[in-house]
């Protein structure tokens, strides 16, 4: 089980690891809320796989702790500005806005979705193999450790 440290006030620095995680999981359930009102739309199944690929670094982050800090620009910045887009491209498919100014705007979002769901896989990635690296490392170390006490 990890064990999530409180930032330092002092830093300036806002929040405590577990406070990120609860940030990442309420934006996943705003994702999963988005995608939910994009039945039949052309970016429901890139908002699925980014919803996956969310869920997935929740899960890492919450198993690995000291992988918070090196995700704290993708729960501040990079989820909610892409909840933030997707709510707008929502709304206009939903005749809240029908200039050619927001049919530009779906067209140029439903472009760059499917690029913001390879990005996440590319997030995701980045945390799991952060995992396998270390976990690679633990493994030497005890093979060092075992040899070296003839135990191996």
Excluded: H, W
């Excluded at 690679?136 to 191996?152: R, T």
């Amino acid at each position: 089980m990890p064990v999530f440290k409180k930032t330092n006030v002092k830093t300036g620095q806002a929040g405590s690891d577990l406070e990120y995680l609860q940030k990442l999981k309420a934006t996943l359930m705003e994702l999963k809320l988005i995608y939910e009102r994009t039945s039949g739309l052309k970016i429901q199944k890139d908002v699925l796989e980014i919803c996956r690929s969310t869920q997935k670094i929740l899960q890492c982050l919450t198993e690995c702790g000291s992988k918070i800090p090196k995700a704290k620009l993708f729960i501040d910045y990079y989820l909610p500005e892409l909840a933030g887009i997707l709510n707008q491209y929502v709304a206009i498919k939903a005749g809240c806005a029908s200039s050619e100014e927001a049919s530009r705007t779906a067209a140029l979002i439903e472009e760059f979705v499917p690029e913001a769901r390879r990005a996440f896989d590319r997030i995701l990635e980045s945390v799991a193999v952060q995992s396998s690296a270390s976990t690679g490392a633990e493994i030497e170390i005890l093979f060092a450790e075992l040899k070296k006490n003839k135990l191996l």
